[in-house]
């Protein structure tokens, strides 16, 4: 599928404020909020927006431990284990990777110990052979 320049800076937007208005939207992109709204539907319909989300502002989880979590899947148990690091809600992106690495997942919690924790429920799954994690010092900026 084909994105316009105009399409590209709409999903820029978006990404920025999911809950821009229209007429607000339409304002920055210098079109009529008709046009916005038909270019946001048609967006929606051809599955580029495939949804929207909530961003938590960084002083709400100030003091929180996020950590990249890189995971080894024994080969053929892939299904299963991405399965079961689904269901832990601490976890709150999966990512296939190429490299030393099967999976990168983004794990974030109230304190190191709960980061242990979390390290050591994915370490037990059945098909895990090893993980890695990298505490995250500060996030330089994020789209």
């Known amino acids: 599928m084909k994105i316009s320049a105009t399409d590209q800076l709409l999903l820029s937007l978006l990404r920025d404020n999911a809950r821009a208005s229209t007429a607000q939207i339409a304002r920055r992109l210098n079109l009529s909020r008709t046009t916005v709204q038909s270019r946001i539907e048609r967006l929606e319909r051809e599955g580029v927006i495939s949804g929207y989300t909530v961003r938590v502002h960084d002083d709400y989880e100030r003091g929180h431990i996020r950590a990249h979590i890189m995971i080894t899947v024994h080969p053929k148990q892939m299904t299963s284990v991405v399965?079961?690091?689904?269901?832990m809600p601490e976890l709150r992106l999966l990512q296939s990777v190429s490299g030393a690495y099967d999976l990168i997942a983004v794990?974030?919690?109230p304190s190191v110990d709960g980061m242990d924790l979390l390290t050591d429920r994915i370490g037990a799954i059945d098909g895990v052979e090893r993980t890695t994690s990298s505490i995250v010092l500060s996030t330089k900026f994020e789209r």
């Open 83 to 87: 399965a079961a690091l689904r269901a």
């Open 107 to 109: 794990g974030v919690v």
